[in-house]
Each structure stands twice: as C-alpha cells, then as structure tokens.
C-alpha cells in the first residue's frame, strides 16, 4: 500500500500537452534515417505531402508542420515512422532561452545541422505561429502553436 507521495515530481515531460485545451494533432510520417526526438519542429517535405522531415535551413521554416507529441510506449520516434504531430495547442519543449512570456519562439540552426528553440531575435530565424508560455534561462519550457495559418 502506497502511504507517501513524491514532491519532487517533475510537472510536465518534453512533447506533452501542456494542459487540456483542445488541440488538433495529426498523423505525420518522417521521411529521415534517424530518431525524431519528442518535442521537436517538423516541416513539410517538398518531395512528398504526406512525408515530414526536421528543419536544416531558414527555407524550411516557410513550411512547419508542428511539434512532435511524446508516447507512452517508446523513447522517440524512429525513422520511416508515423507519430503524433501537433498543429495548433500548446506543448512543452526545450528551449536555450524565453525572455518574457508571449515572446515569439526563434529557431537557432547549430554548426551541427540540429535546430533548438530561443526567444533571441538576433540571428535566428521566426517561428511563424509560435509563442512562449513562461519565462525561462533554457530547458523545459511550454509554447503556443497555431500552424494552420489564417485560422
């Protein structure tokens, strides 16, 4: 019988929904040979409507399709995979950096090819339809999505 509960909890996970507001998610399926991380960008791949892949450039940003949601039954998605991609609600990510709440989300392209999540406006390229929810110096941090455009 469990008489205790942990107060060291963690509140959220990155990739889960921030809270119950409804949300549209979708079923998108990565056209890349490795993991796609929960909790991070996807776009549209130019070569096939049905296909998604992680943003390398600023072009690719013109075209973002949403942020992948975490499951229960694994660590990540694998490649070739369908997942869980969430177009317009809120979700928890990792970011380097929000300043203020309501900031406007920036992607930061690293030497790597990798992109992270920043509120810095210098040198980075806009996230269309995406703010930050909270304050933060870097790590888990909610933002806003609405990638339906228009709506």
């Given at each position: 019988?469990?008489?205790?509960?942990?107060?060291?909890?963690?509140?959220?996970q990155?990739?889960?929904?921030?809270?119950?507001?409804?949300?549209?998610?979708?079923?998108?399926?990565?056209?890349?040979?490795?993991?796609?991380?929960?909790?991070?960008?996807?776009?549209?791949?130019?070569?096939?409507?049905?296909?998604?892949?992680?943003?390398?450039?600023?072009?690719?940003?013109?075209?973002?399709?949403?942020?992948?949601?975490?499951?229960?039954?694994?660590?990540?998605?694998?490649?070739?995979?369908p997942?869980?991609?969430?177009r317009?609600?809120?979700?928890?990510i990792?970011?380097?950096?929000?300043?203020?709440?309501?900031?406007?989300?920036?992607?930061?392209?690293?030497?790597?090819?990798?992109?992270?999540f920043?509120?810095?406006?210098?040198?980075?390229?806009?996230?269309?339809?995406?703010?930050?929810?909270e304050?933060?110096?870097?790590?888990?941090?909610?933002?806003?999505?609405?990638?339906?455009?228009?709506?």
């Amino acid at each position: 019988m469990q008489i205790e509960f942990l107060t060291n909890k963690e509140r959220a996970q990155i990739g889960q929904k921030v809270d119950a507001t409804s949300a549209i998610v979708i079923s998108a399926t990565s056209n890349s040979d490795k993991n796609i991380p929960f909790g991070s960008l996807v776009v549209y791949d130019e070569t096939d409507p049905f296909l998604c892949k992680m943003p390398s450039t600023k072009a690719h940003l013109d075209k973002p399709l949403g942020i992948t949601l975490r499951q229960l039954h694994c660590h990540d998605y694998a490649p070739k995979n369908p997942m869980a991609v969430m177009r317009q609600g809120r979700v928890w990510i990792d970011a380097e950096k929000a300043e203020f709440v309501g900031d406007a989300v920036y992607v930061k392209f690293l030497d790597n090819g990798n992109a992270i999540f920043t509120s810095t406006k210098t040198g980075n390229t806009l996230l269309k339809g995406a703010i930050f929810l909270e304050k933060s110096d870097g790590g888990k941090t909610p933002i806003e999505v609405n990638f339906l455009g228009g709506i």
